[in-house]
């Protein structure tokens, strides 16, 4: 069964840096990876999506590298500001049957400004 | 733009009553899911349907039943209410073939 880890669970920040946030998964036969945001009480937001064959997305002042063998993914901010404050999940569907997705529980990031 | 709304944002239910969280997503997206998400616990697959003919429990199932009617639809359905099941409940569509997932914005449910 896959298994999905984010490291760390919570960072905070200064305004302006640069950050990476990590997600690691058990396996590697993936189909892509997403990740999220989500603020408080709301629902999530889709950031960026990688598919299997690629290894990076860009979105803005967001990149999202992903290298399957290694079973780990990074999602780089970078010139952080107190609007990126909230939790950020990643995502991964399960190699087969159906394929349900299985989410880390996510890093909550607060940029202070 | 991909929508998918949820029928209520905060609800109170007393405990025994049968509730429904509706859910509808406009993009014609195949695959549906229903999520519990708790502090510490992360999000937690309740149902899933993959097109209107077929649908599939997740990890969490039990106490709970789905509907899906038409292909935009997915009602998640609390039998028989109760405390433990205070939470905030997420559906979300998938675009396929990209597998993109896409979330409503949330019903946070309180039982007393």
Known sequence: KQEVTQIPAALSVPEGENLVLNCSFTDSAIYNLQWFRQDPGKGLTSLLLIQSSQREQTSGRLNASLDKSSGRSTLYIAASQPGDSATYLCAVPDSGGYQKVTFGIGTKLQVIP | ?112
């Not at chain 2, 028989?80 to 993109?100: F, K, V």
């Open chain 2, 1 to 112: 733009d991909v929508k998918v709304t949820q029928s209520s944002r905060y609800l109170v239910k007393r405990t025994g009553e049968k509730v429904f969280l509706e859910c509808v997503q406009d993009m014609d997206h195949e695959n549906m899911f229903w999520y519990r998400q708790d502090p510490g616990l992360g999000l937690r697959l309740i149902y899933f349907s993959y097109d209107v003919k077929m649908k599939e429990k997740g990890d969490i199932p039990e106490g709970y039943s789905v509907s899906r009617e038409k292909k935009e639809r997915f009602s998640l359905i609390l039998e028989s209410a109760s405390t433990n099941q205070t939470s905030m409940y997420l559906c979300a569509s998938r675009d396929l073939p990209t597998y993109e997932q896409y979330f409503g914005p949330g019903t946070r449910l309180t039982v007393t």
